[in-house]
């Protein structure tokens, strides 16, 4: 069974940093797109970011732009979502998502492009 871990949520303050993690148990997520998505209280599920398989390119959504990078670490099979700069309307339940194929300009942001998700971390935002 395909499953995937998300860690690394947590409660910091406007301005602050979390490493979100995102690890796949039984798969080898190098050969898979990855991505991020988020979901805040009554709001509709958001595309953050995503990495195309064997590092092929990385997309992010323009509120994440400049603050939150997405990356690889082959050897721990994990991808991390890095986020700096964090402001109140980041707060929000993200998930890790996986596609078993490539993704690209026009569709890594759609939610039918992956096949996989996780159960999500929280991230809260407050002063």
């Known amino acids: 069974q395909f499953l995937l871990v998300e860690s690394g949520g947590g409660e910091v303050h406007p301005g602050g940093s979390l490493k979100l993690s995102c690890v796949a148990s039984r798969f080898n997520l190098n050969d898979y797109a990855v991505g991020w998505f988020r979901q805040a209280p009554r709001k509709q599920r958001e595309a953050i970011s995503a990495?195309?398989?064997?590092?092929?390119?990385?997309f992010y959504a323009d509120s994440v732009k400049g603050r939150f990078t997405i990356s690889r670490d082959s050897a721990k099979n994990m991808v991390y979502l890095e986020m700096n700069s964090l402001k109140p309307e980041d707060t929000a339940v993200y998930y890790c998502v996986a596609r078993d194929g490539e993704v690209g300009g026009s569709s890594w942001y759609l939610t039918a492009m992956y096949d996989y998700w996780g159960q999500g971390t929280q991230v809260t935002v407050s002063s």
């Open positions: 990495i195309g398989r064997n590092d092929g390119g990385t």
